[in-house]
């Protein structure tokens, strides 16, 4: 089998897992979700440490560990994506899949404006038409809703933000999140700990169902990033940019006929347009 077809199937999996990702979290709703996350943040330590013995990776975590520079970044990267988390995991445990995954397709067209801005990355006519397309989107959502879409705002821009900061501080992805997870990983000890004194942890030992899911957290997390590093070395970031949106497209799937989320004529529009944002900026892309 060729590096691309490998390639291929590596970002299927790893796009098919996050995309059914909400399926876990739904499994984990009666947890409060800063619970949740503190045990995604700790748990993703300890399998990443494990993952980078195995692989005798250290040397680039060392080297991290090194540059003061880098570590402030990949501390920015880490309240990035500990609040992409956190929204993340509050949406699906409040039947917010779908507005999950509206944040999720909105979030290239504002990295394409990000890399415009920080990378002076040429936007060419047609990419600034699917941007304005995605714009009055959302828009028409606030206007159908009569505020924000808060939750998919949020998630669109604190990871277009954390792939920012990720691509400024260019180190290894394995590595960089273990480095992240390092640097949050005192606060959610403190926050672990409170739990625990005020009786309030849904973690127990002996470990129940409750607890094995928390533990599972960390490979939740850890095991989807495998296979995209995996994809990433053997097919173009075109392609890997365009299969990405095989994860919100799952989870749009699974709100709508698994969890039975509202979907009236105002949330079709507004998905519509994102769509045909989408197909404007992948077709340009794909010539």
């Known amino acids: 089998m060729s590096n691309e077809k490998k390639g291929t199937i590596y970002a299927i999996l790893a796009f098919t897992f996050w995309g059914l990702v909400p399926i876990y979290f739904k499994l984990v709703s009666h947890v409060d979700a800063f619970e949740v996350l503190i045990h995604r943040v700790l748990w993703s330590v300890l ?32 309240i990035l994506v500990s609040i992409n ?26 990295s394409v404006v990000l890399g415009y801005f920080f990378f002076h990355e040429r936007i060419t006519k047609i990419q ?3 941007i304005c397309v995605a714009f009055f989107a959302i828009l028409f959502q ?18 277009a933000f954390y792939g920012l900061a990720r691509k400024k501080v260019h180190v290894e992805s394995v590595s960089g999140l273990l480095v992240e997870t390092l640097l949050v990983s005192p606060f959610a000890l403190l926050y672990l700990f409170y739990i625990v004194s005020i009786d309030k942890n849904a973690f127990v030992l002996p470990i129940n169902m ?7 957290a960390g490979l939740i997390t850890i095991i989807p990033l495998i296979w995209f590093n995996s994809a990433a070395t053997k097919i173009s970031m075109i392609k890997l940019g365009f299969l990405q949106y095989i994860g ?13 989320e509202p979907f009236n004529s105002d ?7 994102i769509w045909i944002a989408l197909i404007v900026f992948s077709i340009k892309i794909k010539k």
């Open 47 to 78: 399998f990443l440490t494990l993952l980078l013995l195995i692989t005798k990776s250290f040397n680039n975590l060392m080297a991290i560990l090194k540059e003061s520079k880098k570590l402030k970044i990949l501390f920015i990267s880490a």
């Open 85 to 110: 988390w956190l929204t993340f995991i509050w949406a699906i445990s409040n039947n917010m899949i779908m507005e999950a995954s509206l944040g999720y397709y909105i979030n290239p067209l504002i």
């Open 128 to 130: 600034l038409v699917a």
């Open 142 to 159: 606030v206007y159908s809703l009569g505020h924000l879409p808060a939750v998919s705002l949020i998630l669109a821009f604190s990871f």
């Open 210 to 216: 409750t607890s094995l899911l928390l533990i599972l």
């Open 248 to 260: 919100p497209s799952i989870a749009f799937l699974l709100a709508l006929f698994v969890y039975n």
């Open 267 to 273: 949330k079709l529009i507004t998905f519509i347009m």
